[in-house]
């Protein structure tokens, strides 16, 4: 491996976003030196702060190989805003993705160049499983199913011809993507589907197969969380401009949140005005408390409070701020109980709906956004 850059102009950077993945990094550069012989390339890990040392172990090998460079993310998280940032870093004129999992094959890379620097024309080359030359190795029968439900989905979206849009290694010119990125979503775990989907014209494109590989280093982050965000990004590209996905996903939570009150008020004493106060006072602390955590792991993934005293410090913050709702949401609701004798279902609901905008308005200012 070279200890000095190479003088020449750079051909390529390869940005690799990571989270836990140190035993991974390493092994990943000789890959990668192997592969690129002959291009000048450097490769940009963005790691959102990883408690293995992610960032540490990169840093430490960029100290002897300066073609190896560091972003290391606080208070954020997510692969397609931290790709983002990492293609956005550099001078190189082709960036390519590629997991720090070593589950992609480095060897296309030299083929995506030259496919890139043969044809002006070309905007994206993209690593794909299912044309010729590609495959899917060892997964199982349900993991094969369920990509395959997901890639129909989103080429519904996509609207062309692309037969793996759920690939995440690819390669483009820097050129096309600064044009893109200011109208990027950054949502999810697929930066290819915004890419594709959100450029003013059609890309053209090239697919390259390429067999995927078995992880041997760190743990999968496929879990159910990652399938929802995959759909939360088709409605951003679907009707996002419309409606915010994130106002969306709170307001849905918000609707879990009212479920939440209902079933905590409905065995407390609330016959009267004074027993329905008290009913509903513990009630709404309770679904606010359901709606922080869940807003925390959903709502603000990108942004998430981790830690005993950051989730403290969240659900006091959040507490506060949703504190005139709060008061607005048990005062509408004691009134609307008594102009309509007694229906407290009703009243408390419509005390719930009032609340809803300014909570969201406020938590996700000083809430998450303080982070």
Same mark, same amino acid.
């Given at each position: ?67 190896? +460079? ?65 495959? !899917? ?34 390669? /483009?010119? !820097? ?21 594709? !989907? ?12 390429? !067999? ?43 609707? /879990? ?15 009267? +005005? ?69 229906? #407290?279902? /009703? ?20 809430? #998450?956004?303080?982070?």
């Amino acid at each position: 491996m070279s200890d000095c850059p190479d003088p020449a102009p750079l051909d390529l950077a390869v940005v690799v976003p990571t989270f836990n993945e140190r035993g991974n990094v390493a092994l990943l550069i000789e890959k990668l030196d192997a592969a690129l012989a002959g291009l000048s390339w450097e490769a940009i890990f963005v790691d959102d702060n990883s408690p293995d040392g992610t960032a540490d172990v990169a840093r430490a090998l960029g100290m002897r190989d300066r073609r190896v +460079r560091v972003i290391q993310r606080f208070g954020r998280r997510g692969l397609s805003s931290a790709t983002i940032e990492g293609m956005c870093a550099t001078a190189a004129p082709l960036v390519a993705v590629i997991d720090g999992d070593l589950q992609h094959d480095e060897t296309i890379l030299p083929a995506m160049v030259r496919a890139l620097q043969s044809d002006p024309a070309l905007d994206v080359v993209i690593g794909s499983r299912f044309v010729d030359g590609g495959g !899917t190795g060892d997964w199982d029968k349900d993991r094969v199913a369920k990509s395959a439900f997901a890639t129909k989905l989103s080429r519904r979206v996509l609207k062309a011809d692309l037969s793996d849009p759920m690939s995440g290694f690819f390669m /483009l010119r !820097t050129a096309t993507l600064r044009e893109i990125v200011p109208h990027l979503s950054a949502i999810g775990f697929k930066i290819l589907l915004d890419i594709m !989907t959100t450029a003013s014209r059609p890309l053209k494109f090239k697919e390259v197969g390429y !067999t995927f590989r078995v992880r041997t280093e760190g743990e999968s982050k496929l879990d159910h969380v990652v399938a929802m965000e995959f759909l939360i990004a088709l409605y951003d590209r679907v009707a996002g401009n419309i409606v915010p996905v994130r106002f969306v996903m709170f307001a849905a939570i918000g609707l /879990l949140g009212a479920l939440v009150h209902l079933a905590v008020l409905a065995p407390l004493p609330h016959d009267t +005005r004074d027993s329905f106060r008290m009913a509903s006072i513990v009630a709404t602390i309770v679904a606010m408390t359901f709606n922080f955590f869940l807003n925390n792991a959903l709502t603000y993934r990108d942004k998430r409070l981790r830690g005993a005293k950051a989730l403290f410090e969240g659900w006091v913050a959040f507490c506060l701020v949703c504190a005139v709702g709060a008061i607005a949401d048990i005062g509408l609701a004691v009134f609307l109980f008594n102009a309509h004798t007694g229906d #407290w279902v /009703l009243a408390a609901l419509a005390g719930t709906a009032v609340a809803a905008v300014w909570n969201y308005a406020l938590s996700s200012r000083f809430v #998450w956004g303080r982070y």
